[in-house]
């Protein structure tokens, strides 16, 4: 069984699909993370996201703790964005989460592109999404938790900014599958949210 779970940043996609995988019993990949380990690889090599060549060697060269809290920053956020719009970027990072969505019982993976690119074949898409603002005033507070200074307005410009790159790229861009169910979660708190995706899901594998 493959669930896939698509949207846009602090939709919520990802506390959702951990929380599928634990009732469903399932590996989870948080696919972002492998985009956020380039950035951060690139990073600390001086690289420039602007170069496609160097963002392909980062693939290649990633010596990044999946743990590092610096994988969370909104500079690394914005690197992410950027050298995820490169094809050999997303083919470089292909195969591990085709592999990952492939492996014997199933798995959760969540992301920009599952339900489309990477498991079109998923047995449950959902596609999270939230306001804007809402979703600006979630990773503001993730960010001031985490003792990084931030400004809400400029949470918001950035999501605003990240989202129009994703959505807006040539390859793989960030958008809802045909047949994926749209969980609007701007007025869900974090029980709700995880309480309506499992409804969904589980409302959606008993379709014949
Ligand atoms: O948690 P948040 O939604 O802020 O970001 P993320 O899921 O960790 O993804 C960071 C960036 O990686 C996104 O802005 C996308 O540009 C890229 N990404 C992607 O292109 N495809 C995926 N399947 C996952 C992430
Ligand atoms: O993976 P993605 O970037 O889409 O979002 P997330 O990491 O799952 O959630 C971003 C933040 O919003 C976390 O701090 C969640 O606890 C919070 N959240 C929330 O306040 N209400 C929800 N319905 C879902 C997430």
Request: hydrophobic share 45%; aromatic share 4%.
């Given at each position: 069984?493959?669930?896939?779970?698509?949207?846009?940043a602090?939709?919520?996609?990802?506390?959702?699909?951990?929380?599928?995988?634990?009732?469903?019993?399932?590996?989870?990949?948080?696919?972002g993370?492998?985009y956020r380990?380039v950035a951060l690889?690139l990073f600390?090599?001086?690289?420039d996201p602007g170069?496609?060549?160097?963002a392909?060697?980062?693939?290649?060269?990633?010596?990044?703790?999946?743990?590092?809290?610096e994988l969370r920053t909104e500079t690394v956020s914005k690197f992410a964005s950027a050298v995820s719009a490169?094809?050999?970027?997303?083919?470089?990072?292909?195969?591990?989460?085709?592999?990952?969505?492939?492996?014997?019982?199933?798995?959760?993976?969540?992301?920009?592109?599952?339900?489309?690119?990477?498991?079109?074949?998923?047995?449950?898409?959902?596609?999270?999404?939230?306001?804007?603002?809402?979703?600006?005033?979630?990773r503001?507070?993730?960010?001031?938790?985490?003792?990084?200074?931030a400004?809400?307005?400029d949470v918001?410009n950035d999501i605003r900014a990240r989202d129009a790159r994703d959505?807006?790229?040539?390859?793989?861009?960030?958008?809802?599958?045909?047949?994926?169910?749209?969980?609007?979660?701007?007025?869900?708190?974090?029980?709700?949210?995880?309480?309506?995706?499992?409804?969904?899901?589980?409302?959606?594998?008993?379709?014949?």
């Amino acid at each position: 069984m493959i669930i896939a779970v698509d949207g846009p940043a602090a939709s919520g996609k990802g506390t959702i699909a951990r929380a599928l995988a634990r009732h469903f019993g399932l590996p989870h990949m948080d696919t972002g993370l492998l985009y956020r380990a380039v950035a951060l690889q690139l990073f600390r090599w001086g690289g420039d996201p602007g170069n496609e060549f160097e963002a392909l060697r980062a693939c290649h060269e990633l010596g990044v703790d999946p743990a590092d809290p610096e994988l969370r920053t909104e500079t690394v956020s914005k690197f992410a964005s950027a050298v995820s719009a490169y094809p050999s970027v997303r083919t470089a990072l292909l195969e591990r989460q085709q592999e990952f969505a492939g492996q014997p019982g199933g798995a959760v993976l969540d992301g920009r592109d599952i339900g489309t690119v990477i498991a079109p074949q998923a047995d449950a898409k959902l596609f999270v999404t939230a306001s804007p603002e809402v979703r600006a005033a979630r990773r503001h507070q993730e960010l001031v938790g985490r003792g990084m200074a931030a400004h809400l307005a400029d949470v918001l410009n950035d999501i605003r900014a990240r989202d129009a790159r994703d959505a807006s790229r040539e390859t793989a861009p960030l958008r809802q599958a045909d047949d994926a169910i749209l969980l609007d979660t701007s007025g869900l708190d974090v029980n709700a949210a995880i309480a309506e995706a499992i409804r969904l899901v589980e409302e959606r594998l008993a379709l014949p």
